[in-house]
């Protein structure tokens, strides 16, 4: 089949006057003016209209069962305060039968007036009973009512019984919570999470697995949806499973491989003390020589590496890790392996500086910035107005060349391509900021090559027919000055629509 599709604004490096495109396949067999259309026609015209077309984004970090549910069930971004949460789990809870565990996503006591969150016990009563599982917005952190407190969870690091867990006790307790969810509502879920994505415009997700994340056969089964959703490229967060990985059909061992927690948790590693909460520096999951272990693993399986890492403890561990990598295996061979660090919120020109020596990705979040960063937010509360503005630096990542890939890690927060690389460019530090083609490149072809791809993520003659049909006639920079997200006409993921509006 081919197809033309005339009229437009398409967004090439290959012609910048080009209106139309001659897709053949799964390949873009030209592009350029309308009247410049190659002799020999096409089976099917489609007639933009002076729409934009755009290569199709790609979101470096997602959650896909977790992104399906809070999409179908209890959503608590809204929630102000923590009657608000009650409230909103009484009535989540009324239409569930009465062995039901209540699962629900998304508050963030940071943004409210009043900060205390429910009990154990008020969560017990508000869901009338039943087991209560409520992840905070980062996912490192939970409120669970009195039954999910098993002996088990008790006895695991970060438990406090007033029903907020953390670490290693909110892993425990997450698996509990997750257990009784059927395959075919992770199925659905998965499916829901997925078409939600190409219906924003989004060909590809990173889906981050592990230990404490999600399990084994949630995992497998988010890369096996078929041709007619977004790609699905596994990342599975495990020390030294580079051989599981390969084995469970990930892309790479890494993700959410845990180098620390997160900052509203406080559970990131961070080198000068907390300013709010227990005032300590966080936790540390991995110690270099177990970085250097895991990465050694990798590049002797052929497999990519990563971590999570948020807190600059964190990242200083993981960069000591690589340079021992580098020592056992040579830099030019650790370098091969695009190795990735998740998040990395909290870096200093040193670490900076070693990304680049070690060709590592930044898989980041410009969207953490836009909810939480500036003087007045959760990043000024857990670290001081100072160290939040130094938070997510951007645009000295791009500055030095070091490889973005921009992300959502929805549920963390929502698929958002374009209020993303919205977020690049209005970073909350004006130093910080980056232009539309930086941001759009690093969520579109920066997804690609973060997973080792190179040859995706532009439109170019030959190269894969991966776009998307804008309802706009804005152009880029355009959108990017706007606050209205264009909808998506039409998703093509290698010559295959799935999404049509």
């Given at each position: 089949?081919?197809?033309?599709?005339?009229g437009g604004r398409v967004l090439t490096p290959a012609d910048p006057s080009a209106t139309a495109l001659l897709v053949d396949g799964d390949r873009i067999a030209w592009l350029g003016p309308d009247a410049d259309v190659p002799a020999g026609g096409a089976d099917r015209t489609?007639?933009?209209?002076?729409?934009?077309?755009?290569?199709?984004?790609?979101?470096?970090?997602?959650?896909?069962?977790?992104?399906?549910?809070?999409?179908?069930?209890?959503?608590?971004?809204?929630?102000?305060?923590?009657?608000?949460?009650?409230?909103?789990?009484?009535?989540?809870?009324?239409?569930?039968?009465?062995?039901?565990?209540?699962?629900?996503?998304?508050?963030?006591?940071?943004?409210?007036?009043?900060?205390?969150?429910?009990?154990?016990?008020?969560?017990?009563?508000?869901?009338?009973?039943?087991?209560?599982?409520?992840?905070?917005?980062?996912?490192?952190?939970?409120?669970?009512?009195?039954?999910?407190?098993?002996?088990?969870?008790?006895?695991?690091?970060?438990?406090?019984?007033?029903?907020?867990?953390r670490r290693d006790a909110h892993h425990v307790v997450r698996e509990a919570a997750f257990a009784g969810v059927t395959a075919a509502q992770v199925r659905d879920a998965q499916r829901a999470a997925l078409r939600r994505a190409a219906a924003l415009g989004i060909a590809a997700?990173?889906?981050?697995?592990?230990?404490?994340?999600?399990?084994?056969?949630?995992?497998?089964?988010?890369?096996?949806?078929?041709?007619?959703?977004?790609?699905?490229?596994?990342?599975?967060?495990?020390?030294?499973?580079?051989?599981?990985?390969?084995?469970?059909?990930?892309?790479?061992?890494?993700?959410?491989?845990?180098?620390?927690?997160?900052?509203?948790?406080?559970?990131?590693?961070?080198?000068?003390?907390?300013?709010?909460?227990?005032?300590?520096?966080?936790?540390?999951?991995?110690?270099?020589?177990?970085?250097?272990?895991?990465?050694?693993?990798?590049?002797?399986?052929?497999?990519?590496?990563?971590?999570?890492?948020?807190?600059?403890?964190?990242?200083?561990?993981?960069?000591?890790?690589?340079?021992?990598?580098?020592?056992?295996?040579?830099?030019?061979?650790?370098?091969?392996?695009?190795?990735?660090?998740?998040?990395?919120?909290?870096?200093?020109?040193?670490?900076?500086?070693?990304?680049?020596?070690?060709?590592?990705?930044?898989?980041?979040?410009?969207?953490?910035?836009?909810?939480?960063?500036?003087?007045?937010?959760?990043?000024?509360?857990?670290?001081?107005?100072?160290?939040?503005?130094?938070?997510?630096?951007?645009?000295?990542?791009?500055?030095?060349?070091?490889?973005?890939?921009?992300?959502?890690?929805?549920?963390?927060?929502?698929?958002?391509?374009?209020?993303?690389?919205?977020?690049?460019?209005?970073?909350h530090n004006p130093v910080q900021r980056i232009g539309a083609r930086a941001a759009f490149a690093a969520h579109s072809r920066g997804g690609w090559r973060a997973v080792g791809i190179d040859d995706e993520g532009v439109l170019n003659p030959g190269w894969s027919a991966t776009?998307?049909?804008?309802?706009?006639?804005?152009?880029?920079?355009?959108?990017?000055?706007?606050?209205?997200?264009?909808?998506?006409?039409?998703?093509?993921?290698?010559?295959?629509?799935?999404?049509?509006?």
């Open positions: 089949m081919r197809t033309l599709f005339r489609v007639e933009l209209g002076g729409a934009l077309v755009t290569p199709a984004f790609v979101d470096a970090h997602v959650h896909t069962t977790a992104t399906g549910l809070a999409l179908r069930g209890l959503n608590l971004a809204g929630a102000r305060s923590a009657r608000e949460v009650l409230d909103a789990v009484a009535r989540h809870a009324e239409g569930l039968s009465p062995d039901a565990v209540v699962i629900g996503h998304g508050w963030d006591e940071s943004g409210w007036a009043d900060q205390t969150t429910p009990t154990a016990a008020e969560l017990g009563r508000a869901g009338g009973g039943r087991a209560v599982y409520l992840s905070r917005a980062c996912v490192h952190a939970a409120l669970v009512s009195t039954p999910l407190l098993t002996g088990a969870v008790k006895a695991a690091p970060g438990y406090d019984g007033s029903g907020w867990l997700v990173h889906e981050c697995g592990g230990p404490g994340t999600s399990g084994e056969d949630d995992f497998t089964a988010a890369l096996s949806h078929g041709p007619e959703f977004p790609e699905v490229y596994g990342l599975w967060g495990e020390p030294n499973a580079a051989a599981k990985a390969r084995q469970l059909g990930a892309r790479g061992a890494a993700g959410d491989l845990y180098a620390d927690g997160a900052l509203g948790a406080r559970t990131a590693h961070v080198g000068d003390a907390y300013a709010d909460g227990d005032r300590g520096h966080g936790h540390s999951y991995l110690t270099a020589a177990q970085v250097t272990e895991h990465l050694v693993g990798c590049v002797r399986h052929g497999m990519q590496g990563g971590f999570h890492a948020i807190g600059d403890r964190a990242i200083a561990t993981v960069l000591d890790g690589f340079a021992g990598a580098a020592r056992v295996v040579g830099v030019d061979r650790l370098r091969a392996g695009r190795h990735r660090i998740e998040h990395a919120e909290l870096l200093d020109k040193r670490m900076i500086a070693q990304l680049v020596e070690f060709g590592v990705v930044a898989s980041v979040q410009p969207a953490f910035d836009r909810l939480w960063g500036g003087e007045h937010g959760m990043y000024a509360q857990r670290l001081g107005a100072a160290r939040s503005m130094a938070a997510n630096p951007i645009a000295s990542l791009a500055g030095v060349g070091v490889m973005l890939a921009f992300g959502s890690d929805s549920p963390v927060t929502d698929l958002d391509p374009w209020g993303t690389c919205r977020a690049a460019l209005r970073h776009f998307v049909v804008w309802d706009t006639r804005d152009d880029l920079a355009g959108v990017l000055a706007g606050d209205e997200t264009p909808a998506a006409r039409t998703t093509v993921l290698r010559g295959r629509e799935i999404h049509t509006s």
